[in-house]
């Protein structure tokens, strides 16, 4: 079962604090580039599959990001666990997940909390964006390659604690009338 969700990294000024007495001058560049990345996250194993793109993600980014699954996982069920996206939703991903033989399972609207990429892309934009200045899109893509690429070795003992397979429910929750 693998985890899929992209995820737009923009080159801009991420605050790490909301407020001070005294004056400051961010500084920031100039621009406003992304860089989107398109990843299945093994929910076992913690192992990552990537597509990146500085454009924009669409049906042939999770067309590619299918094949590559596919190849890693061969002879393997495969069940890819995505939220409701329209380029997610397209006839072309549904028909190539058929011949692939993959399963597509999607989650509610609106339930990013049942997505387990999800709380790495929080891990990687606190490691990499907040408080940080880039000079420029190559440096700030360099160091979102990076901890992306490092997750599984140099990150692993704070990710093993975070990609648990808790997930926040609801069953006990007592509704109150406003």
Not at 4 to 10: L, P
Not at 43 to 56: F, K, M, Q
Not at 148 to 167: G, M, Q, V, W, Y
Request: aromatic share 10%.
């Amino acid at each position: 079962m693998l985890f899929v969700d992209a995820a737009h990294f923009v080159l801009a000024p991420f605050l790490g604090y909301v407020w001070c007495i005294v004056r400051q001058f961010v500084r920031a560049a100039a621009g406003r580039q992304r860089l989107n990345v398109l990843a299945a996250l093994n929910a076992i194993t913690h192992e990552l599959v990537t597509v990146t793109n500085d454009t924009y993600i669409n049906a042939q980014s999770v067309c590619e990001l299918l094949h590559k699954v596919a190849a890693l996982q061969s002879g393997v069920p495969v069940t890819l666990v995505l939220d409701n996206a329209r380029y997610q939703k397209c006839r072309l991903v549904q028909e190539l997940a058929d011949e692939l033989h993959i399963e597509l399972l999607y989650l509610p609207t609106y339930s990013p909390n049942l997505n387990l990429i999800e709380r790495l892309w929080k891990f990687v934009k606190k490691k990499t964006l907040n408080a940080e200045y880039y000079e420029n899109f190559t440096a700030f893509k360099a160091a979102i390659t990076t901890c992306i690429a490092d997750a599984p070795t140099k990150h692993k003992a704070e990710l093993n604690s975070l990609l648990t397979l808790r997930f926040q429910t609801f069953s006990n929750a007592q509704v109150q009338a406003a």
